[in-house]
């Protein structure tokens, strides 16, 4: 099939200016019908879903892609509860804001409106294509969604469900496209699409990223990808950063706000490492450790422990590995995250609060941590309902990115026939 | 000679950090000695420029642009002053926002921190290398300037002021670089810098504009364009109406906010029309009309009218030309508007305020007018204190950019060694 994206992208946006004009109800309503409709049609999107499954397995993928591809009664009833969920978060769309009276009379204020049309490119989990629909449609905002090859029988199904729901709240089903063939000319189409388009929003590995900034003549939410650190200040309370550094390694390592890199202040390396090695060892921890790691913790028993590369300090694990590097101070910890993070989510570990003020000035990370582990860096548990994507970027929006950040503003300017002298 | 664009990113990267981390006061004071410095080295800078001038002529350049390349005593006071009110606008860097207690006691809030590197391409005015500079350092952003090369003996002699402005202040001269090589390539390499370089901010034409989009890595700035619309609704105050409308037209007719297309109800267009061709008329504008406005006013003696083609109601005139349409009603308006506008600066005239409400609510414009001039899209006018551009793209920053949308913010996340279940 040639699928014509410039004619896509003009539904799209014929259909976002409709959908930015209905009442915060009838968007609200959609997800609702849409929550509810995944479950009456679990059985065509589990039987499309099923069919993917089994055509990766055919193709050797492996069992952690497996897992991300597949949906099942439990995981659809979840995909539902969050739609209900983000239906219910405060509709954004309805902040006015920055209110003035400008000396000359004129009377200004900001008003909060969708972004238009987000473009969203991803990969292997069908979840994602109505994580995104929900927030997009509850933020006014239509959406072209371009899914992985592996997941197209699940996207047919979940998309036919997100058309009908649409319908039946009285929406354009144009207000969410999808582009169903998984020629890689179509990303680069839409990468194209800068009159029709206003944010593309990749979701997966580094080479996605990479592809997107390069050919893209529309704005790109870099994210995704952390080196995260945490740094152990002498001053910290040892017993109780144990637990922090376990967590932010090993609660979910494959995910990008987990620790990649332990700094440790000199004089307390000695009697901390060990105990680092020894509790993250027994959880199945690896460490990559630089030369004065190495002389403390060499001859411990049982631990997995290799000399760190100098790409180790530049690589995100997604695994149980922790890399280890031994720093003399605070700037030297600094200096290092400036070298090597990628400006997702840092942390300092210390009972001193003006070095922790310090560090908090200094790193300059989407999410900056003092005495807590790195995992918290998400959409939900920052409060923000549901996310997008984790922005590394610097504009627009850094960090989690909820409803909010897929608004912009327009100014309102009210005058009395007011003219520029 | 032969540029290292990779390592002007690098030293950028090293001085935008150290900027960041000195304190407000050490900004504003580099920007006080600036302003001093523009006024006792007037007769370099005035020489550097004389050159300019000079070679402009002999290549034969237009008054106009001649004019824009122009420097002179009062012209540098004015900048010399700029700077100065811009050295005392509060400190964007000194907000802390959106601060809250999560139910499980971690502490947020968010910092508002610089962008980080600004890349700036612009062409013939030598004036915007001191603006850029002023609204940069004070928002704590390194940058890298790219002028035109018509202005390069003027820039030469700015940029040795600047250095030496910022080595008294203190601060590291590298927060200001410039390319002073004129070859284009370096403008394409600029755009590739995407590890050093946070935002790209073009100031010029559209074909200026299209060549950042298609080209950078980095998110571009799209603004400076702006088909600009007026629409006289049939219960507006016309007598109070015509002077706005000419402000809107004639001002300056040469700039981005200025009025590009008049929309006149039809109700009213058989009184209201002959008015406004006679007083814009008188004042220099000649009209390119629809064909209602055509059989109403071709009898008119005195008047330049033509039909308009269809690729007028497209065109941003930035000349004494104004389009004319007759519409039936608010719903075709909106619709012409929807069509043909930038989104830049749109607005109407009318006495109905649930009128203006849909006006306001359905037209999406960067500003969107009720009674009043659309000259007013300007950061001085909008009480931001200054502009870098004026944005007509829907990401990060919509309208007149001051100093607040040349930051972004972290997040900080203050614990007491909490880990995420």
């Known amino acids: 099939m040639n699928m014509n994206l410039h004619e896509m992208g003009k539904q799209a946006r014929w259909a976002g200016r409709k959908l930015a004009s209905v009442a915060s109800e009838q968007r609200t309503e959609a997800l609702s019908i849409l929550s509810e409709k995944l479950l009456e049609h679990a059985e065509e999107i589990l039987e499309g879903n099923g069919q993917d499954v089994q055509r990766a397995r055919e193709l050797g993928l492996s069992e952690a892609m497996l897992d991300r591809l597949l949906l099942n009664p439990s995981r659809l009833q979840g995909m539902s509860d969050d739609l209900r969920r983000v239906a219910h978060l405060p509709d954004p769309l309805e902040e006015i804001f920055e209110e003035r009276v400008l000396p000359n009379g004129l009377r200004l204020h900001k008003r909060r409106v969708p972004l238009g049309v987000l473009g969203v490119i991803y990969e292997s989990r069908p979840n994602v294509t109505v994580d995104v629909v929900g927030l997009a449609i509850k933020s006014g905002n239509a959406v072209i969604l371009r899914g992985g090859s592996e997941t197209i029988e699940s996207n047919r199904a979940l998309i036919r469900v997100i058309h009908q729901a649409l319908m039946e709240a009285g929406l354009p089903e144009n207000c969410v496209q999808w582009i169903d063939d998984p020629d890689r000319k179509y990303v680069y189409e839409l990468l194209q699409l800068d009159e029709f388009v206003d944010l593309i929003i990749p979701r997966g590995g580094a080479s996605l990223h990479e592809f997107c900034r390069k050919n893209s003549r529309i704005p790109v939410i870099t994210g995704g990808i952390g080196i995260c650190h945490l740094f152990v200040e002498e001053s910290a309370d040892l017993e ?140 939900g548990q920052f409060g923000l309902g549901a996310e997008v994507a984790i922005s590394t970027q610097r504009i627009h929006a850094r960090g989690p990115m909820g409803l909010r950040e897929l608004t912009t503003y327009k100014w309102v300017v009210e005058g009395m026939y007011h003219v520029r002298s």
Chains 1, 2 share one sequence.
Not at 293 to 318: C, V
């Open 240 to 379: 109780k950063s144990l637990p922090v550094i376990l967590n932010a390694k090993v609660q979910r390592p494959t995910v990008c706000n987990a620790l990649d890199t332990l700094l440790v202040q000199r004089s307390i390396a000695d009697i901390f490492l060990p105990e680092v090695v020894r509790l993250l060892g027994d959880a199945g921890v690896s460490f990559k450790v630089d030369e004065i790691a190495w002389d403390i913790l060499k001859d411990y028993q049982g631990i997995r422990i290799s000399r760190a590369q100098p790409e180790d300090f530049d690589t995100e694990w997604l695994s149980l590995i922790l890399g280890i590097r031994v720093v003399n101070d605070l700037e030297e910890a600094i200096e290092h995250i400036a070298q090597h993070s990628t400006g997702h989510s840092d942390g300092i570990l210390t009972q001193n609060t003006a070095l922790a003020e310090k560090f908090v000035q200094r790193v300059d990370s989407a999410a900056v941590y003092v005495n807590a582990s790195t995992r918290f860096t998400d959409g």
